[in-house]
């Protein structure tokens, strides 16, 4: 989950360099090929994109740098924009009918921009400081300006400074933390989702899949038209391990079981407590000698169980092929006759049955 999100925001902060990189393009192209030739917007746009394509080669090399690249990233898009905003606000100030709205450069959207990767990328309160911040050392000394200049205030690109680093800077700021709080609250109910999700599919006492679940993985293999067997395995003489020893040791012995069948079984093999000491072991990809062979196989590893103060526990095997012509009630009811079969034979045994309902084999108790 971590590893998924800590991917997500590389990305997102990949994107934002690429972005940063193309805009400082524009801005280089259009303050070296436009009519008018200043040094400051000649050399600051090279310079930022210099840095972005610089952070891009690092991230792509260092991924585990994101946080300083990001940080990076902020203080090169910040630097580029309290520069001109000073350098031309003092140079308007100081010479006599200069104006400012003729000479800043058309910086309050990326202003604007900075702000939103403020309020994206710096975590908690830290976003708030850093906007403000970025607001004090950008936008304020044009804002003064303008106050101290009404005549240029209010022309069009007076009014245009005027909303870009008034209102719509608080837009940004607190339209921003409403969209990450309503983001963690969506994050928060996705993963309780996710919990409850496994907990309906979980048998509480043994911790492995519950009935519910195996009942799924059966009706999603009618679906499929891979081969597959099913395993329904049935404790012996439980009622007895529950008189003689009390339920908690009984509730231990069901623990052991679920647990030793299922590390032995593989990642795709699904086993679910079906009843109350019933499993249902579902395996895909086989063919009924493999079926066979893992029904022996957790029945030798039941038999060599120790749960004590209970000397043996044993359990025996119905096991059946899904035949073309199954439907979900069908194989249920055969491996079931199947193990049905295994206890009438004495227990701790395997039986297992085909489509044509004989018998096709019997391991004997070991
Ligand atoms: N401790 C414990 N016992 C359970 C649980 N669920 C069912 N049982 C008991 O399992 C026993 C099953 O008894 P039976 O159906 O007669 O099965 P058995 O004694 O194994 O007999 P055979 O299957 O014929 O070998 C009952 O006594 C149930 O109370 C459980 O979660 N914990």
């Known amino acids: 989950m971590q590893e998924s999100e800590d991917s997500y925001v590389r990305v997102a902060v990949l994107i934002m360099l690429w972005l940063a990189l193309f805009a400082s393009i524009c801005a280089t192209l259009i303050h070296w090929l436009g009519p008018v030739h200043r040094t400051m917007d000649l050399i600051i746009p090279p310079t930022a994109s210099m840095m972005f394509g610089g952070l891009i080669v690092a991230l792509m090399r260092r991924p585990w740098w994101l946080q300083a690249i990001v940080q990076v990233a902020l203080v090169v898009a910040a630097l580029a924009l309290i520069a001109p905003a000073?350098?031309?606000?003092?140079?308007?100030?100081?010479?006599?009918?200069?104006?400012?709205?003729?000479?800043?450069?058309?910086?309050?959207?990326?202003?604007?921009?900075?702000?939103?990767?403020?309020?994206?990328?710096?975590?908690?309160?830290?976003?708030?400081?850093?906007?403000?911040?970025?607001?004090?050392l950008i936008a304020l000394p044009v804002?003064?300006?303008?106050?101290?200049?009404?005549?240029?205030?209010?022309?069009?690109?007076?009014?245009?400074?005027?909303?870009?680093?008034?209102?719509?800077s608080i837009m940004v700021v607190v339209l921003l933390p409403v969209q990450r709080g309503l983001a963690g609250t969506i994050?928060?109910?996705?993963?309780?989702?996710?919990?409850?999700?496994?907990?309906?599919?979980?048998?509480?006492?043994?911790?492995?899949?519950?009935?519910?679940?195996?009942?799924?993985?059966?009706?999603?293999?009618?679906?499929?038209?891979?081969?597959?067997?099913?395993?329904?395995?049935?404790?012996?003489?439980?009622k007895a391990i529950n008189d003689t020893h009390g339920h908690p040791v009984g509730d231990r012995v069901l623990q052991a079981v679920a647990g030793r069948c299922k590390a032995l079984l593989r990642e795709d093999e699904c086993i679910s407590r079906w009843g109350g000491e019933e499993f249902l072991v579902i395996v895909p990809g086989i063919d009924a000698a493999g079926l066979h062979m893992v029904a022996e196989r957790l029945q030798m590893a039941i038999a060599r169980l120790p749960v004590a103060p209970v000397l043996r526990v044993t359990a025996s095997f119905g096991a059946t092929m899904i035949d073309g012509a199954d439907n979900f009630d069908t194989v249920l009811q055969r491996v079931d006759r199947a193990l049905y079969a295994a206890k009438?034979?004495?227990?701790?045994?395997v039986v297992l049955v085909t489509a044509g309902l004989a018998a096709a084999g019997v391991l004997a108790p070991g």
């Open 143 to 168: 804002l003064v300006y303008l106050a101290l200049h009404p005549r240029e205030m209010w022309m069009p690109r007076g009014i245009d400074l005027l909303m870009a680093y008034g209102p719509v």
């Open 344 to 349: 009438e034979q004495g227990g701790n045994c």
């Open 86 to 136: 000073w350098f031309y606000t003092l140079h308007a100030v100081s010479t006599p009918g200069m104006r400012l709205i003729d000479v800043l450069p058309p910086v309050p959207s990326l202003f604007v921009m900075l702000l939103v990767m403020v309020m994206i990328f710096i975590p908690g309160r830290r976003a708030f400081v850093l906007a403000l911040l970025c607001w004090l």
């Open 187 to 238: 994050r928060r109910m996705a993963s309780e989702r996710a919990r409850m999700e496994v907990m309906l599919h979980r048998d509480p006492l043994t911790g492995i899949h519950n009935r519910r679940l195996g009942e799924r993985v059966l009706r999603d293999l009618f679906n499929g038209a891979h081969a597959a067997g099913l395993i329904m395995l049935d404790m012996d003489g439980f």
